[in-house]
């Protein structure tokens, strides 16, 4: 994972989050010093005072690599509540709740991708679903990235490019693709081409 490839997370209600609080509260429950999550993780320890300090958060990878650094899922730093049974997110309340936008890595960081995470208060999650909306590019410019599990993309509208080692697919509204999210990989907007798409990522733990 590229160490310049960040994500803001942005609130209907506030203009922080809480996702670097959670983590810096869940190492320090675990008596870990910033020096170990960085080493077990892969990040400098520049990018982890950074993330705990809701300044720059890295985007999935880098996130992944921090949970599984300290034991917990992935979810865990974005859940609302505790949910066992059925979770049901209707439209408008996705629309309305805190989302997380993505740059492309980019050295001006635009944001392109917008997560609308569609599960926040279902307790022991392995998968992430999202509602993702991706904005045009003319000249899309990334960064490869890979985590441990798997992926499911169906596009709901518009045009997307998925770049998955060296092979490169497009994908048009109503196709889909699921992959190994351990090789490394990017998803983005076709050039010049704006998109909707559904997207699940399974996390093993």
Do not use: C
Request: aromatic share 6%; charged share 25%.
């Amino acid at each position: 994972m590229q160490p310049n490839i960040f994500l803001d997370m942005t609130n209907s209600n506030t203009n922080n989050t809480v996702v670097g609080s959670k983590i810096k509260g869940i190492r320090e429950s675990k008596n870990l010093t910033i020096e170990e999550i960085a080493e077990r993780s892969g990040l400098t320890t520049d990018q982890i005072v950074s993330i705990e300090n809701d300044q720059n958060l890295p985007s999935l990878g880098p996130l992944i690599k921090i949970a599984r650094a300290l034991g917990v899922r992935l979810g865990t730093f974005m859940d609302d509540n505790d949910a066992l049974g059925p979770v049901v997110t209707r439209a408008k309340d996705r629309e309305a709740e805190s989302s997380i936008s993505f740059s492309n890595g980019a050295t001006d960081a635009r944001k392109h991708m917008e997560y609308h995470p569609l599960a926040q208060q279902k307790a022991g999650r392995h998968m992430e679903p999202f509602v993702i909306d991706i904005n045009p590019e003319d000249t899309p410019e990334f960064q490869l990235s890979a985590h441990e599990g798997e992926e499911f993309i169906y596009v709901m509208q518009g045009e997307v490019e998925i770049v998955y080692g060296k092979d490169t697919y497009t994908l048009k509204e109503g196709d889909s693709i699921f992959y190994d999210s351990i090789v490394k990989h990017h998803v983005h907007g076709a050039p010049g081409k704006s998109a909707k798409i559904l997207a699940v990522v399974y996390i093993p733990f």
